[in-house]
Structures are given as C-alpha cells and as structure tokens.
C-alpha cells in the first residue's frame, strides 16, 4: 500500500505531536526507489491551509514531494457544504444513538472507570482513561459500536499528547455525560453552523468574503491560521480555502520546484495516468503506460477497502449528487473568485478551462 494507515493524519498542522518517530509509525513502506529512498503518501488536504507547514515539512523531510490537486473553486465550496450537510446528518444521527443508548453507555463506561480505579495510583490517570477506552468495546451498546463515529468518540476521549478529555464530559456527580455541551462539542456532536440549505450558505459565505477582503487587502499571511490557533479561523472558511495562489505562493517559498506537482481535479478525472505519471516522475518510480486505459473503478474500490467507512463518517463522496446551487449563489461565487482565479493563472502560467 502507498497511503497512511489513516486516510488524513493532519502531523504537520496539528502541533506534531509525537515527533517524527511516531509520524514515520504511521507511513508504510510503499515503494523503494533505490536502497535508502522509500515512498509513501500522507494525504491530508489541510496542509496547504498553515502558513508553517510546506517549511515544516520541507525542513522535516527534504526529499519529500508536495502534490497540490487544485478543483474549480465554486465546485469545491458549493461541493463541501453538501459534505457538511452529510456530515451533520451523521453527527445527528449518533447523537439521537446516544441518547436512546445513554443509559446503558453510561453505566458500562462508569463500572470501567470504577474498575480502573486501582490503576490510578500506578499508572495515573491518563492511563486509566486510555485502558478505560481500550475496554468500551466489551460493554458498549451494539447500535453504538455499529456506528461510522464510534471509532471517533473513543479515539477522542483521551488526545494523542495524553490530554484527558473524558473530564470535559463528567456531571457534577463526576459520572460521565456524553450530552454534556462540552461533551457534544468535543466530539463534534452538536449543530454547530447551519447547513440546513442554500440560503444559510450564502449568507455565510458572503460574511467570510467580508473578513478574507480585509487580510488579503492588507497582510495576506494574516489570512492563515497561526501555528497553536484554533481551527474556527479563516482557514476553515469555505472561500478561504479556494483561495490558491495564496495558498500556493506561501508553499513555493519554502518548497522547491521539483518538488511540488499542482494537478487540476477536471483533468485528473479526465485523463488519470497522465496527472499520475506527473507524481511518478516527481517521486522517480515508474511511469504508468498512458496508452492503457486506466481502471478508476478498481482505484476507488481499493480506496473504500483501505479506509472503510471514511465517507459516511465525513460525507464525503467519490461522485456527489446534490442539487444545483441557485443563480445568486452562483454569481456571488464566480464573480468573487475570477480576480483570484486569474492570480492562480498568473502564477502558475497556464489556466484552467472551465474556472
């Protein structure tokens, strides 16, 4: 396999944690170049959204090679507010679990923590949490188990640095209380933003417009989100995100040419083995024969086999259906991304047909 055993680790945007031991750890050997090079994928899209990460990870790794998949800005937003309607519906879905199931998940996770309590002494009390959540599977209820956010909710009770967050869902009766407003929170349960329909995205997106004009009309860097920032920056806003020639000229400082492939999405649907063979020669392996037609199927059907579930717990989607954005949603996008888009060109020297 070439890909990380998780479908995004997010090392290099997420304080990395563990150092670059743990990180390796968590990258198979995909593919030997020669007797002291390897090849192996992280795939996290974030990246490109932290000002520090294309230096951190040039400076970590510099050899490694950076591909940028570049998709028509008005799909892309339009594209991830459908995902977060999947998305929160998911979210919902597992919180109406939870409190069918309250009872039951709070007496088995009660009589783990009770059971836990002799090791507190030895170990401390993270390591209680950590054994406490490597037990729930034992009594948990099976609807809950059976759900695509289970591996999530136990994977968060307690971070990777050990930060014990199981204390964020305790009562006063220091019992666990997944429907805690800071349990929901934590575990991205609540309704946090309204997805409901396309008039709430427009007036969302029109408010992030407001704030990304401010910093781009200043100080662009003042547009990233700074390294220990919360995610609820501008970086997590939908325009900021379609924003590429920011994003690409803070990564080509620090990147060199030969080691960063931009890939448009339309052509890398249209002709795969060709926008392929850009990474294989990046990465020195061998290029595929562009005359073979290339199996998309059997790519997709090895991706779902490596990271089962990874759509329904997101909302992401291979092939999206979702109904059309309306013509003044439309219009506000094409016509706030045309002056970027044309920066994106600039930049790069070639266009993008159909932006």
């Known amino acids: 396999r070439y890909s990380s055993f998780e479908k995004e680790l997010h090392f290099f945007d997420s304080g990395m944690t563990g150092g670059l031991h743990e990180y390796f750890e968590k990258l198979p050997v995909a593919s030997r170049v020669n007797a002291s090079r390897t090849v192996t994928i992280d795939s996290s899209p974030s990246y490109i959204l932290k000002q520090h990460v294309c230096q951190s990870i040039h400076s970590a790794m510099p050899d490694a090679v950076v591909v940028v998949v570049l998709r028509n ?45 002799p090791s507190v002494l030895k170990n401390g009390k993270v390591s209680r949490l950590r054994n406490v959540r490597a037990m ?10 059976e759900h695509s956010r289970w591996s ?12 014990d967050r199981w204390s964020k869902c305790l009562n006063n009766e220091d019992t666990f209380d997944p429907l805690s407003p800071h349990c929901k929170s934590l575990f991205g349960i609540e ?16 408010a992030e417009a407001e704030h990304l004009e401010i910093c781009m009309s200043t100080d662009e860097s003042k547009c990233f989100i700074s390294p220990g920032a919360s995610r609820s920056d501008l970086s997590r806003h939908r325009l900021f995100r379609g924003a590429y020639a920011m994003q690409l000229r803070n990564c080509m400082r620090s990147i060199p040419g030969d080691k960063l492939v931009i890939i448009e999405s339309d052509a890398l649907r249209a002709r795969p083995a060709q926008s392929l063979n850009k990474i294989l020669r990046a990465t020195g392996l061998t290029e595929l024969d562009e005359t073979v ?37 439309e219009k506000f996008l094409r016509e706030f991304f045309a002056p970027l888009n044309e920066e994106l060109f600039q930049l790069l020297g070639e266009r993008f047909e159909h932006w």
């Open 293 to 329: 037609p290339f199996d998309t199927d059997a790519a997709w059907a090895t991706f779902h086999e490596t990271y089962p579930g990874f759509d329904e717990l997101t909302g992401w989607r291979v092939n999206g259906e979702y109904e059309a954005m309306d013509e003044e949603t």
């Open 191 to 206: 309704n946090s933003a309204n997805y409901e329909h396309s008039q709430s995205f427009l007036a969302d997106i029109r």
């Open 152 to 163: 999530f909710f136990k994977k968060s009770l307690v971070s990777s640095n050990g930060e």
């Open 73 to 117: 800005p008005v799909d892309r937003a339009w594209s991830e507010h459908n995902m977060m309607v999947r998305q929160n519906d998911n979210n919902m879905a597992f919180h109406a679990a939870l409190r069918h199931h309250y009872d039951e998940l709070v007496c088995c996770i009660n009589h783990l923590m009770e059971s836990e309590k």
């Open 136 to 145: 729930l599977d034992t009594c948990a209820p099976e609807p809950l188990k």
